[in-house]
């Protein structure tokens, strides 16, 4: 089961930070995307325009070699005895290089670099494999070979002559053949003589040439232009609609303001950032009291009106930094600077009373989180659990009592919880390993002393935490539903001890067993309850059903036709706890009950002992007798309380004047001493205190809680 509950919570925590990941907008990567794809772009126009530009001049180059070296040829092949004139007839400008290096013909202006490098044909077969010698022109080096057997471009110098040359008006019969310059390169032909054939190749710049690059350029430009341009609109539509989405997503659109998972997200982030534990935060649970009473009264739409209101008053009040988010119904969320607990309690009292203009009340639970003290300014802050520290403030807040107030966290809230899930664990084992005992409290008749009935009250013996009190787990099992499981444990127990005491001969006295509210959603109780004690084979006329009066303010017809039903079955029913707080005369009109509880306040307080209580007690007891009902007075404590009962016709007291909860085996001595043959044979009589003596009271419910371990 523990490690399902660990699955389910961290399956719940990793939803909650993709939940988290919604608020960043992640605009650096969109941006990041746009550089790339632009730097891109750039890259690839350029690398068009030099690949393009490059396949046209090493094919110029290619096409110029191939005529001089046809040209060398027919020179060495019948022609050499003329001398240098078929070159000297050439289109050319070249120089005629001995083995030694020295120039024995040249013709035109020799402009080539002692520098220079071999040049690998592009466009030749791999069989046929040739390397030529190359030379950059001194004059426009923008065509020169490099070191590895290729041709590099002065692509920035080519532009800028090529710009020069076409706003110029040199060159004009260059330009008339549709050409806007000429680029030199020096290259070298070997000849059978031992001799070397240096000739000056041009590479012309055409102005077709040149266009149609600019054109593919362009092209190219506009169409990654539209693209890059689409991808703008793209991001700019996507960073509006996540913006919208985010501010949906943040945003409680019937008051319009941040919601929970807007405070989630900020507070996260506030808290776990760098330096934050220098800083001291508080959670506060801010809670509109009167929230649900106010829609009544006006309306829903008024509410959320005034919930508008509230917050953004709230806003107002709280300083830079500060979170601030309508986290339920009635209740704000809020994250506020902490310096110690009496300024946040004044700034809380401060901020309660500008919103309680009106009659409004408001009540506040803080959850504080001091700076940690000494870290470094770079610390983050660990262990920061936002659900977790806030649903602590929401505990401090449902700790108050009252309808307005403030409360701070304790460490009691969490013992208390533990407590409740340890009781919660092991209730089934409990009952299951009968840990639970019953207790009997004697009921006496105030005149004659006598023993007249007993309530069964329940303790817990456990192995592992000891002897415990009902106030230490019967409010647990009242919130968990468990306490239904216990009416059934406790009703079984003292049928089958009334049972026993019948057939050891005793003198049974009928025994109230307490049935819980929790019980009437059941269609079928009188029937449960009757099958419980004839499965036991106590007569049912020893087993009281005792309904408390706050029971009788759910269903009322429901418990009307229980009560019949227990009644025609031949239970006797009693209301407890009558007047606790909830009296109400209507339901002892419509109640067929047997029998009154007067709860234990009416004997208690400053009123107590007066005329004006000894009148109410007194018109309380003849009221129950008027309707047929016997009373019993629980609570009693002192002699004199006995004798007034007495004097006023209380048919049974219940309370530390005559005993108080003991065991079984103890009441079996009670209920022998308190038969009457017995009694009269004996001269055993329950003997009351003496008047001159208080007598020392020490109720099992006054004691403290205690801290339990957890299982």
Same mark, same amino acid.
């Given at each position: ?165 076409? &706003? ?229 807040? &449902? ?313």
């Amino acid at each position: 089961m523990k490690n399902k509950d660990d699955k389910a919570r961290k399956k719940l925590e990793k939803t909650r930070k993709r939940f988290l990941k919604l608020r960043k907008n992640h605009a650096w990567v969109t941006v990041l995307m746009f550089l790339i794809i632009s730097f891109v772009a750039a890259i690839s126009v350029t690398m068009f325009a030099a690949v393009f530009t490059g396949f046209s001049v090493n094919a110029t180059i290619e096409n110029q070699y191939e005529a001089k070296k046809m040209l060398a040829d027919i020179y060495e092949g019948g022609v050499a005895s003329e001398g240098y004139k078929l070159f000297d007839e050439a289109d050319m400008d070249y120089f005629i290089r001995s083995e030694n290096g020295d120039i024995i013909h040249s013709k035109g202006e020799i402009t080539c670099s002692e520098q220079g490098a071999f040049y690998d044909m592009p466009y030749t077969d791999e069989d046929d494999r040739q390397y030529i010698l190359m030379y950059p022109d001194t004059q426009y080096s923008v065509i020169f070979p490099d070191e590895n057997g290729g041709v590099d471009i002065d692509f920035m110098k080519l532009a800028q002559d090529i710009r020069r040359n076409i &706003s110029s008006d040199e060159n004009k019969e260059v330009k008339s053949r549709e050409i806007i310059m000429e680029l030199p390169v020096w290259m070298t032909i070997d000849l059978s003589s031992g001799e070397d054939l240096v000739f000056k190749a041009v590479v012309p710049i055409k102005e077709g040439s040149v266009t149609l690059v600019l054109i593919m350029v362009g092209f190219m430009a506009v169409l990654i232009g539209v693209i890059l341009l689409l991808m703008i609109v793209h991001t700019i539509i996507a960073a509006v609609d996540q913006g919208r989405v985010n501010k949906l997503f943040y945003t409680d659109i019937k008051i319009n303001a941040n919601n929970w998972m807007w405070f989630i997200a900020h507070a996260d982030h506030r808290l776990n950032m760098f330096g934050s534990a220098k800083k001291g935060f508080a959670f506060v649970d801010l809670e509109f009291t009167g929230y649900r009473r106010y829609c009544a009264c006006r309306s829903i739409r008024d509410g959320e009106m005034k919930l508008s209101e509230i917050y953004t008053k709230l806003r107002s009040l709280l300083s830079g930094g500060e979170l601030c988010a309508h986290s339920a119904e009635d209740r704000f969320a809020l994250l506020m600077y902490y310096d110690s607990e009496e300024d946040m309690r004044k700034r809380l009292e401060g901020i309660i009373s500008s919103l309680g203009e009106g009659g409004t009340q408001f009540r506040a639970g803080v959850y504080p989180l001091p700076a940690v003290r000494g870290a470094g300014y770079l610390t983050r802050r660990r262990n920061v659990d936002i659900e977790r520290d806030y649903n602590n403030a929401c505990a401090a807040c &449902s700790s108050i009592a009252s309808a307005s107030g403030i409360a701070f966290y304790d460490e009691k809230f969490v013992e208390e919880q533990r407590w409740e899930d340890t009781v919660a664990q092991v209730q089934q084992i409990a009952v299951d390993g009968e840990e639970f005992v019953v207790y009997y409290q004697p009921k006496y008749d105030p005149a004659t002393h006598m023993l007249r009935g007993a309530e069964a009250l329940i303790r817990w013996d456990s192995p592992v935490y000891g002897f415990l009190s009902p106030y230490k787990f019967i409010p647990i099992f009242e919130k968990n539903g468990f306490v239904t499981e216990i009416d059934h444990y406790m009703l079984t127990h003292v049928a089958r001890d009334q049972k026993r005491w019948l057939d050891m001969g005793l003198k049974c006295v009928p025994v109230s067993v307490n049935v819980s509210r929790a019980h009437f959603i059941e269609p079928d109780l009188a029937e449960q309850i009757r099958d419980t004690v004839d499965r036991e084979g106590a007569p049912r006329e020893l087993i009281e059903i005792e309904l408390t009066e706050s029971a009788f303010f759910d269903d009322k017809n429901a418990i009307i036709n229980v009560i019949n039903k227990l009644k025609s079955y031949g239970f006797k029913v009693s209301m407890d706890d009558f007047g606790s707080g909830y009296s109400s005369l209507n339901s002892l009109k419509d109640m067929p009950l047997d029998v009154l509880k007067l709860d234990a306040d009416f004997f208690r307080g400053k009123e107590a002992g007066t005329d004006r209580g000894a009148i109410v007690v007194g018109e309380a007891i003849k009221l129950a007798k008027s309707l047929n009902m016997l009373t019993v007075a629980e609570g009693i404590e002192e002699r004199k309380q006995v004798e007034f009962l007495a004097e006023q016709g209380c048919d049974m007291i219940q309370g530390y004047a005559f005993a108080k909860p003991m065991t079984g085996a103890d009441y079996e001595e009670r209920m022998i001493e308190g038969r009457s043959e017995l009694a009269e044979d004996r001269g055993v009589k329950v003997q009351l205190p003496p008047e001159k003596e208080p007598i020392p009271i020490k109720r099992e419910d006054d004691e403290q809680p205690k801290t339990f371990p957890a299982v």
